[in-house]
Nanobody, 123 residues
Framework: QLHLVESGGGLVQPGGSLRLSCAAPGFSLDHYNIGWFRQAPGKEREGVSCISSNVGVTYYANSVKGRFTISRDNAKSTVYLQMNSLKPEDTAVYYC????????????????WGQGTQVTVSS
């Protein structure tokens, strides 16, 4: 069963940057649409970005468009989320997951969730 592992979170000041990684040890992600999701305290989990399988077309929620960049390295079976110009409202636990169907918002996650990685934006 495909198991995704998130890493790269941390504490950063407003305006700062972080790069998150989503790895699938022992599996190839080539044929999967992969999405990044986040859940802030007291809020529902929401999809923030998605990258399509193979050709890697990218999609973003309006709240992160122009600040976040999703990419994939199929040779390393890893998907990245580069987050720039971070804001306090970006504070959340970030998860990656296989997206069922197309990369259309709201994203439809399939499979199980990993442990996520905490991103805290605060001065």
């Amino acid at each position: 069963q495909l198991h995704l592992v998130e890493s790269g979170g941390g504490l950063v000041q407003p305006g700062g940057s972080l790069r998150l990684s989503c790895a699938a040890p022992g599996f190839s992600l080539d044929h999967y649409n992969i999405g990044w999701f986040r859940q802030a305290p007291g809020k529902e989990r929401e999809g923030v970005s998605c990258i399509s399988s193979n050709v890697g077309v990218t999609y973003y929620a309006n709240s992160v468009k122009g600040r976040f960049t999703i990419s994939r390295d199929n040779a390393k079976s890893t998907v990245y989320l580069q987050m720039n110009s971070l804001k306090p409202e970006d504070t959340a636990v970030y998860y990656c997951a296989v997206v069922q169907g197309l990369c259309l918002f709201p994203l439809d996650p399939g499979g199980s969730w990993g442990q996520g990685t905490q991103v805290t934006v605060s001065s």
